[in-house]
Nanobody
């Protein structure tokens, strides 16, 4: 079974940074062959897209994180990262990674930004 496991969340002050990781394991799924994405869900709100890759090689960031967040990957480790800089209280949410093909989701990692 394919599993996505996020890590790296935590409590940080506004202006700080965090790097989230998403390790993909199980099955024969290799992230080198598929686009990936990060989503988030704040309390009382719907899950929203943070950044997604397309099969055409384009990376789309939500306007609210553009210039502050960066998605990257280590194909050898089958791991995707989300570098988050200049964090704001409104970035507080549970962050999820997903495969943009096959729609596998991780369990999420909590990010809390204090003002």
């Amino acid at each position: 079974q394919v599993q996505l496991v996020e890590s790296g969340g935590g409590l940080v002050q506004a202006g700080g940074s965090l790097r989230l990781s998403c390790k993909v394991s199980g099955g024969d799924l290799r992230i080198s062959t598929i686009p990936m994405g990060w989503y988030r869900q704040a309390p009382g709100k719907q899950r929203e897209r943070v950044v997604v890759e397309t099969s055409g090689g384009v990376t789309n960031y939500d306007n609210s994180v553009k210039g502050r967040f960066t998605i990257s990957r280590d194909n050898a480790r089958n791991t995707v990262y989300l570098q988050m800089n200049s964090l704001k209280p409104e970035d507080t949410a549970v962050y999820y990674c997903r495969t943009m093909s096959y729609a596998y989701w991780g369990q999420g990692t909590q990010v809390t930004v204090s003002s």
